[in-house]
């Protein structure tokens, strides 16, 4: 029962925490930890202003108080108007102002004042920028010893404000005490945040490497797989332009050229939509769509492909389903696995479409009687390597990974299986729209 409160409560305190210094996707590293530290700084503050008050030190009490405002502003800066720089400068100028005032009224070098601003100069150097650190080391450096220099040679400035032993051990206690707590916090909330950010530089780093090498591999697919259209379409051009042909045979190689050409642009459109969605991520845009309205030009393109090999094609397609998804992934999902069936099936084989309710999912299934799938390891990524169709067709082994990637965008599921009297099936399934 406890870990199950533990649950419950983590995400509410991230998102509390996420709420109070912003979000990681918004806010830098160095923003996020200034907001926390601003709120911390803000809390102390206000527990010193009744502390100082009550141990005698009504003054620094009152400079406690204009600072809780102070950094309450300089918090609603940062994080509700992002101008970090400007916040981190104020912060500073108003701490050290503030603090070299409060000095004289705290009984100077023996009172606790050191210590703050030992503790002001450890937060400004967590906060700032790397290029600020030296200009706020020397205005700490000037700042502290300009103060000790002149109640040394002032030593009226700063008058003892204990009245008793126990009035300064009440005030240094606390305050080292809240140094050395603040410090600890700053480190770890530092090394956990450092943590974090490296953990997600190396995940991204990791996306990049696994990219380049679909990218490397992708275009060694190209170079290789287009090489053999292009060079069919070059023949069958250069012998309509060197030999006479009659009207059958140039009838014949016209369509073969058409059959080539309709399969290279097959290819480069999958590139085209591969490369589209790495770079700008899938545009998806999920309504009802009606099966059989979808499939009915895709059906009709099939139809024309596949009489070059004699394939027996049929289609049996609910007119009155609906789906919830994206007219256009939907086509290029079915338009390659109508392709691949085409591809591996032999001359006077069959295809088959049909769809059926399967409780609140639509199933599409595409049934083939070719030769089936041999390689099933990550059929549906890129590390498939493409093989030639039963008429020495080729791809670049790219569309049922965009099949798979399209499938999970519109929340469906997508399998094969191998059908025990010979060629395979592939099912996608929809959410039924309603």
């Known amino acids: 029962m406890f870990l199950s409160a533990k649950r419950n409560l983590s995400p509410l305190l991230k998102k509390l925490s996420y709420r109070l210094i912003g979000e990681p996707t918004e806010f830098s590293l160095e923003n996020r930890i200034f907001n926390t530290i601003c709120l911390i700084a803000v809390f102390i503050l206000a527990f010193n202003v009744p502390y100082n008050y009550l141990t005698g030190l009504k003054v620094t009490a009152l400079i406690f108080s204009v600072l809780v405002i102070a950094f309450a502003g300089i918090y609603y800066l940062s994080r509700f108007h992002k101008k970090l720089n400007t916040s981190i400068a104020l912060s500073v100028i108003v701490v050290n102002v503030l603090f070299a005032v409060n000095y004289f009224f705290s009984g100077g070098i023996q009172g606790a004042s050191l210590l703050s601003f030992t503790l002001a100069f450890f937060l400004t150097m967590l906060i700032s920028p790397r290029s600020q650190y030296a200009w706020w080391l020397i205005v700490n450096l000037v700042v502290v010893i300009g103060l000790i220099t002149y109640e040394y040679y002032f030593p009226g400035s700063a008058p003892s404000v204990y009245d008793t032993r126990e009035d300064l051990f009440a005030d240094m206690t606390p305050t080292y005490i809240t140094n050395v707590i603040v410090i600890f916090i700053g480190t770890v909330y530092l090394k956990n945040a450092y943590k974090k950010e490296k953990e997600r530089g190396e995940e991204k780093t990791r996306s990049l490497e696994l990219m380049n090498a679909e990218k490397s591999k992708l275009f060694s697919l190209i170079s290789h797989d ?10 069958y051009l250069q012998l309509i332009r060197e030999v006479e042909l009659d009207a ?34 899938p545009n998806i845009n999920l309504v009802p769509v009606n099966v059989a309205t979808a499939l009915e030009p895709i059906l009709q393109i099939t139809r024309m492909a596949v009489v070059k090999k004699n394939i027996d094609f049929k289609a049996e397609i609910d007119t009155a389903v609906d789906v919830l998804a994206d007219i256009n992934m939907l086509q290029l999902i079915i338009r390659n696995l109508l392709g691949n069936a085409a591809k591996f099936t032999p001359a006077k084989g069959t295809i088959e479409v049909s769809t059926s309710k399967q409780g609140n999912n639509c199933r599409i299934e595409i049934k083939d009687s070719g030769t089936g799938i041999r390689q099933q390891e990550d059929i549906f990524s890129l590390k498939v390597r493409s093989t030639f169709g039963t008429d020495n067709e080729k791809g670049v082994g790219m569309g049922l990974y965009l099949c798979k990637e399209y ?22 399934e929809l959410p039924l729209a309603g």
Do not use: C, H
């Open 407 to 428: 499938t999970i965008a519109q929340n469906g599921k997508i399998w094969y299986q191998n059908n025990p009297e010979g060629g395979s099936s592939f099912f996608l």
């Open 226 to 235: 287009l090489r053999n259209p292009l060079a069919s379409i070059q023949s």
């Open 248 to 281: 059958a045979d140039k009838a014949q190689i016209e369509g073969e050229l058409l059959y080539v050409v309709n399969n290279t642009q097959e290819m480069l459109y999958n590139i085209l939509v591969w490369s589209k969605t790495q770079m700008e991520g």
